[in-house]
């Protein structure tokens, strides 16, 4: 008798998660973790020891989507971007992947080389896991090896512009009055290893 390797679970579920793997860029080592994924997607590997769970068929046709997703780089998941820091956290001296830092900038319109970014905690106003913007040209600019970004801004009594610069790009985001937490999905340059990102107060 044949021992299966995987016993078939009673359901899906109702939530899903994502794991990001990092794998040796060759193509051995990829034809490796393909075969190994595909194995999931064999019939054949599933015990189903109950009758109300799932069947072999249903388990391997739902692998084969986890594994379209996989091949997908796009599919991984998006980055949050920091929404707080502290005193004690704020340092020029970080490593690329949690480099963070609160300030300021002289002119919020300027080219994105002509940016005169001033590291300053004091025009911040930090409460819990939420940084409170408190004025024109306040800052934040931080570098990461992370390419996709979610931006959560909280709205507040008045419409906003917030200006966010990913790499050479640069665009204006409108946060309209008392909408909630409004969430933009940013993209960085993909030929770079490394991106810089401002997030910038501008009109209120």
């Known amino acids: 008798m044949v021992k299966k390797l ?8 109702t939530d899903e998660t994502c794991r990001t793997l990092t794998i040796p860029s060759s193509q051995q ?27 072999p068929e249903e388990c391997a046709a739902r692998v084969m989507l986890i594994y379209a997703d996989y091949l997908q780089t796009d599919a991984c998941p998006v980055v949050q971007s920091p929404y707080w820091d502290d005193e004690t956290d704020n340092e020029i ?5 949690t480099q963070i830092w609160y ?7 300027a080219p994105i080389a002509s940016l005169n970014f001033q590291q300053n905690l004091a025009v911040w106003a ?16 931080f570098r990461t090896a992370a ?12 419409e906003e512009i917030i200006r966010i610069i990913i ?38």
């Open 6 to 13: 995987f016993i078939c679970p009673p359901d899906f579920g």
């Open 29 to 55: 080592w990829l034809g490796i973790f393909n075969n190994a994924i595909l194995t999931l997607a064999n019939t054949y590997n599933y015990e189903q020891l109950n009758a109300t769970d799932l069947t």
């Open 93 to 97: 001296e970080m490593g690329s992947d």
């Open 103 to 109: 300030g300021a900038v002289t002119d919020w319109l």
């Open 126 to 141: 930090l409460t819990g896991f939420v940084g409170y913007a408190a004025g024109l040209g306040s800052a934040i600019f």
């Open 147 to 158: 390419k996709r970004f979610v931006l959560a801004f909280e709205s507040s009594n008045v």
């Open 167 to 204: 790499d050479s790009a640069s665009f204006n985001a409108t946060i309209p009055a008392s909408s909630g937490i409004v969430e933009i999905v940013v993209l960085g340059d993909d030929a770079l290893s490394e991106h810089d990102l401002y997030i910038i107060q501008g009109e209120a």
